[in-house]
């Protein structure tokens, strides 16, 4: 991991939002007199020096050379209180199949048990735990402890120490050795953005037991004119054998900020199956670090950026070949409209003792109009000698002959140029396994493109 | 007479010992199961019996049909019916799935002093036996393993040991890695080449092929040595007590 | 070593087949290199006034020059006086008119080396111009070629009876400046081939040559120019062998070619010069010059080659794609194995507009082997609408050896359209084990995958090399996996 230095990593001029959210620390630690475990409070009380420590990132560190979260640090952050009147979310906008095997929704940061379902199918596994994290955190599982805030680092990264002394409630789910959970479990982060400065930090713990598979989606959508901050973190454990087809569909409002930390270990011949689509937000920054930590495990990490408008998305991968004959994939794709930047890192590390590694990158961009930019940078450190490593990334516009071939027959330029990107796109949706998911995400990204109703992927009951 | 007869095998790789003394006999017709923790030396088992010489075999006997197997290069082994379907197959730049598999059918033919085909007739001969493993055209054309997720490359180990019809198959952690589905397509591959006259030996670390597949015996191999041996029931009492009592054994 | 590798040593020490000697009474001049040397060797051949002016020009030249050093090679100092610039076998002062009258020992030389001149004759229809040690010693089917007005001789004879074209084309593409070389090449040259294709005509069979290095410590200086007028198309093989030595022998020859409008040139090589024993001793240095020039509108040239001997090999079949439309292919094979280091590519400038060009370069590296791939796709700033494609792929068998790639790409018009893609796989010992566990022997797998590796290069040779080319690979990386 890159070493950070300390005064490269201090913004003097808001030192005085970090006091303010020391206090708001202090006054919910208070609040909450001593309902967390003690492991947690310690952890929690650590992540906070951290935090004031290190200070929101400047661009003076490598890993934000392209992200400048100033407006973030100016803003005065406050974590959103309890108690939202959550009758006024309405779900089916969201387009969820409906019969998920459990849905866990969270408004401005807090479970809301009204809106959150379990099948009956999966009540009926009471080894399948589903639910409020704080729930669990409360009883102090023993599942949990060990496991909560040990993957996801908050030594050198502020935001996920903003996250871990911050969060209350979150997600956890913990799926039984050898199950397969046939229908997808979604996870709905909800910002109605009525407040300023709005702090949420969710957090999801997710342990997957050996030989099981499941299917888990993050919805991050939010809605309002005020500018909030969701800052998540999601740690998932893949134990032996394990598969997880992982979704993060992030539909933020356009002025919210959007920072996420997606932080993956697997264990043998574990599989992990990341797809990261963003769409919303003003400005976003996706972390998904996986750690390929057994022998024969796999990773597949898919990404989607659409962005106009002046939208700032920055997607960070670090894959880590920790063992010998790990195979990992990833396909990044962006698309960027009007003055809409974007950057890609994809950062794979192969360690000395990591035989037979077999990593492929790619990451394309199709830039639609001249004040887009795109920064995009693989970076390979590879210690051991016996692998196959290849990385690729493009940059292109729309092919004009194409563009000229759709109009002559027929489509006016608008939905032409719209069913170009959405074949671009395509490529992601269609490597989507689960029917209804692909329906959901074809659907969302349909909603950003603009054309019109009769596109594919934009109904949610059509088959693709 | 007994396809294959292990007596006292031992194994070492550089200057590790592994396999320690293993004893087994397989019969025509029967399968057997070699499941153990991680390190046992269940793989290394594998990959001795088809020749490969990072390992070095320090003592023992295998006797395979008969014949001295230990003394025949892994070639010969092939030719004479023995198939590993690896645990990590390789990717062969430049060499079509296809091609390839040709290549090493029309080798075995040779040897059995039938004609080699040519690649017409060799597409009709496994058609029928793509389809049914789900394997596409497309995915035949592309250079052997190259691209393939680890399901697809499992996949491909089935399908390769459909068309060479090999006499013992011996498949070294087969179910590693797949989910449910693919698990289930590879297990119809495999229970589709059951007869009397094939020996299979299933090394696997996880139970659950042993429902898909369901064994004559179980071995547990521990430390190098089989420890315990059993009916199909053993994998289940596997699956309920894992492995964790054999260190405790180990220790006694 | 494991028994493995020991197999697949013990399965290939065949050694170098084509090492043998004949022994024939060479006329040659004494060593080293002088405006003396030059003049004689000029002398020796008869040549005309204008033939011997090139030739001092280029030698004064090259005394100014330096010996490059930025190749990715490393080789014991050459001493250029050390060597013997001309050597003629006696017995064939005249040139013979027919086979009849060709020393019965060289045509055993050549049954030796799979070229029979008879068989030949009779049933692959191919014209031969066979050069033994800088003379050429017998060239066939020249009638048949001169009925349709292609003239296909050794270069000495077309000095003598066709200066004006010699005068017209020679040093057009490669000028006697242009590399160190290259320069020596133009002062010493001692022969090669010409071949002139009027226009309209398509040369009704395979053109190709046979090189041979005899004499101890006689460098080869072969000197080639093809011209395809209008509308002309040739098809050109050359391929090479010699014989055993202690010492290393210096190659730097120069090859030009010409095509003008709507005319097509292909030329094929299969090098397996002596590369050096296992301990990397000896061997061949292949310094050449290759340049296309695809002066006419819709004019191509490729360059197609199977490299798999030579100590050292420094070359860079190049095209200059002058003519609007012109296309400029190179396919390339090749092998660096135990010492032998080559860095060697090709370079594309795009000058007219539309034009196109190809590469595709594999590098099979082996032993202690050393690849240097060296590209440069330039194109120049008025070459609207240049499209590139480049493929450099690298095999590597084995712990021991290496490849590189410098790609240069000089892009100075916005309308181009440059695409370059490299990769590098191994050839270790899990793939051949795999092979051999699926009833393959090592050999068998080794074949495979190298033919697998190398067929969308082989696929560009005419028939005859592309057998040939195959076998070669095959004797090249004996022992290489290990």
């Known amino acids: 991991m890159p070493s950070i230095s300390e005064d490269a990593g201090k913004m003097s001029g808001v030192k005085q939002d970090r006091d303010n959210l020391v206090v708001e620390f202090e006054s919910m630690a208070a609040a909450r007199n001593g309902a967390l475990p003690q492991w947690l409070r310690s952890i929690k009380e650590d992540a906070m020096e951290r935090f004031v420590d290190l200070g929101f990132p400047t661009t003076r560190l490598e890993q934000w050379k392209y992200t400048n979260v100033a407006p973030i640090a100016r803003t005065e952050l406050k974590p959103a209180s309890n108690g939202i009147e959550s009758s006024t979310l309405d779900l089916s906008k969201l387009r969820l199949v409906s019969t998920p095997a459990a849905t866990l929704v969270f408004v401005n940061g807090h479970y809301s048990a009204a809106l959150s379902s379990l099948s009956t199918q999966a009540s009926e596994d009471a080894r399948l735990r589903t639910g409020n994290l704080g729930e669990f955190l409360k009883n102090d599982d023993e599942n949990v402890r060990g496991r909560l805030t040990r993957y996801a680092d908050y030594q050198d990264h502020a935001f996920v120490a903003l996250n871990t002394a911050f969060f209350e409630d979150g997600a956890f789910i913990q799926i039984p050795s050898r199950t397969v959970v046939q229908d997808p479990i979604y996870i709905v982060f909800y910002s109605d953005g009525s407040g300023k400065g709005t702090l949420i930090n969710p957090r999801v713990l997710i342990l997957a037991g050996e030989s099981s598979e499941s299917t888990i989606v993050e919805i991050y959508a939010g809605d309002g004119q005020n500018a909030a901050l969701t800052n998540a973190v999601t740690e998932i454990v893949l134990g032996e054998n394990a598969t997880i087809d992982h979704f993060k569909l992030q539909q933020e409002s356009d002025v919210a900020f959007h920072i996420s930390t997606v932080q993956a270990h697997q264990d043998r011949s574990a599989t992990f199956n990341s797809h990261s689509v963003s769409l919303g937000g003003a400005l976003v920054r996706n972390d998904v670090n996986v750690v390929l930590d057994g022998e024969g495990a796999q990773c597949s990490l898919d990404g989607l950026y659409v962005e106009s408008g002046q939208q700032h998305v920055d997607n960070h991968t670090l894959i880590d070949h920790a063992k010998a004959h790990c195979s990992s994939r990833e396909l990044y794709k962006g698309i960027l409209d009007d003055r809409s930047t974007g950057v890609f890192n994809g950062s794979v590390i192969v360690r000395k003792d990591a035989q037979k590694t077999d990593a492929l990158q790619s990451n394309k961009n199709l830039l639609l109009s001249e004040g887009a930019e795109i920064n995009t940078k693989p970076q390979l450190e590879i210690f051991a000698d016996d692998v196959k490593c290849s990385h690729g990334a493009t940059i292109g516009q729309i092919d004009p002959e194409a563009l000229f071939y759709l109009r002559s027959r027929g489509l006016d330029s608008t939905a032409a140029r719209a069913l170009l990107v959405y074949a671009f796109s395509g490529e992601i949706i269609s490597r989507i396994k689960s029917a209804p998911v692909r329906s959901l995400i074809g659907g969302a990204l349909s909603g950003k493109i603009t054309l019109g109703g009769d596109f594919p992927g934009s109904d949610p009951n059509e088959e693709l | 007479m007994a396809m294959l007869q292990i007596k006292n095998l031992q194994a070492r790789v550089d200057e590790k010992e592994i396999l320690r003394g293993i004893n087994l006999q397989v019969n025509k017709g029967e399968i057997h199961a070699i499941m153990g923790p991680n390190g046992s030396g269940k793989s290394t088992l594998a990959q001795v019996l088809a020749g490969r010489d990072v390992y070095a075999v320090t003592g023992g006997e295998v006797t395979y049909e008969g014949k001295d197997l230990l003394a025949m290069q892994p070639e010969d082994r092939a030719r004479e019916g023995v198939f590993l379907a690896f645990q990590y197959p390789v990717e062969i730049p430049g060499v079509s799935n296809m091609y390839f598999l040709r290549a090493s059918l029309n080798a075995i033919r040779k040897h059995r002093g039938l004609d080699e085909l040519d690649a017409m007739d060799f597409l009709n001969l496994v058609k029928e036996k793509m389809a049914k493993l789900g394997i596409e055209q497309n995915l035949m054309n592309r250079p052997v393993n190259e691209g393939f997720s680890g399901g697809e490359k499992k996949r491909n180990e089935t399908f390769q040991m459909a068309v060479l019809e090999p006499r013992l198959a011996i498949l070294d952690e087969t179910d590693s890695g797949l989910d449910i589905d693919a698990l289930k397509i590879v297990a119809a591959g495999v229970n589709a080449l059951r007869s009397p006259d094939r020996s299979i030996i299933l090394v696997t670390h996880y139970q659950r092929l042993l429902g898909y597949i369901v064994p004559d015996y179980v071995h547990v191999l521990y430390n190098g040595r089989i420890v315990k041996s059993g009916g199909k029931e053993l994998a289940l009492w596997l699956e309920e007590h894992g492995y964790g009592w054999l260190e405790k054994a180990a220790g006694a | ?482």
């Open chain 3, 1 to 482: 070593m494991s028994s493995q590798e020991n197999s697949i040593e013990a399965v290939a020490n065949q050694e170098y087949k084509y090492g043998f000697v004949t022994d024939i009474e060479a006329d040659v001049v004494p060593r080293g290199l002088s405006e003396d040397t030059v003049r004689l060797i000029s002398a020796k051949k008869n040549e005309p006034e204008f033939m011997l002016e090139w030739r001092l020009k280029a030698f004064r030249h090259w005394l100014t020059m330096e010996e490059p050093t930025w190749a990715n090679v490393h080789y014991p100092k050459i001493d250029y006086q050390d060597i013997v610039y001309y050597s003629a076998p006696k017995t064939n002062k005249d040139r013979p008119k027919s086979l009849d009258e060709v020393d019965p020992e060289l045509v055993k030389t050549y049954e030796k080396l799979g070229i029979p001149l008879r068989e030949q004759e009779l049933l692959s229809g191919v014209a031969v111009d066979a050069v033994f040690d800088s003379v050429s010693v017998a060239t066939t089917f020249k009638e048949k070629l001169a009925d349709v007005g292609i003239i296909f001789c050794s270069f000495s004879e077309a000095v003598q009876n066709h200066p004006d074209l010699i005068k017209k084309y020679l040093g057009s593409v490669v000028p006697y400046t242009d590399n160190y070389f290259a320069t020596l090449n133009s002062a010493v040259f001692s022969d090669g081939s010409f071949c002139y294709v009027p226009k309209g005509v398509r040369c009704p069979m395979e053109l190709s040559t046979y090189f041979r290095i005899n004499a101890k410590d006689t460098g080869q200086f072969e000197r080639t120019l093809i011209v395809a007028e209008e509308g002309a198309y040739v098809s050109y093989l050359e391929g090479c062998t010699a014989p055993m030595r202690d010492t290393n022998q210096l190659h730097a020859a120069v090859v030009e070619l010409v095509a003008l409008d709507n005319a097509q040139i292909k030329y094929s090589t299969v090098q397996n010069w002596y590369p050096g024993d296992k301990e990397g001793r000896g061997g061949i240095y292949n310094f050449v010059t290759k340049r296309g020039k695809c002066q006419g509108v819709n004019s191509k040239i490729s360059w197609t080659q199977v490299e798999t001997g030579s100590a050292i090999t420094w070359k860079y079949p190049s095209c200059l794609l002058v003519g609007d439309n012109s296309i400029g292919e190179f396919y390339s094979v090749a092998v660096a194995n135990n010492y032998q280091q080559a860095d060697t590519g090709t370079k594309m400038i795009h000058i007219g507009k539309n034009t196109k060009s190809t590469i595709v370069s594999k590098g099979i590296s082996a032993g202690h082997g050393q690849n240097s791939y060296r590209g440069m796709v330039k194109i120049v700033k008025g070459a609207a609408g240049a499209r590139n494609y480049s493929q450099c792929d690298s095999l590597l068998m084995g712990d021991k050896c290496g490849a590189h790639t410098f790609p240069y790409l000089e892009v100075k018009n916005s309308t181009a359209q440059v695409e370059h893609e490299a990769s590098t796989s191994k050839i270790g010992e899990n793939q051949i084990f795999y092979c051999r566990q699926r009833g393959l022997s090592a050999e068998e797998a080794v074949s495979m995958i190298v033919n697998g590796f190398c067929k969308q290069v082989f696929k560009e040779l005419p028939m005859e090399f592309a057998v040939e080319a195959q076998k070669l690979l095959g004797v090249s990386l004996e022992g290489s996996v290990g």
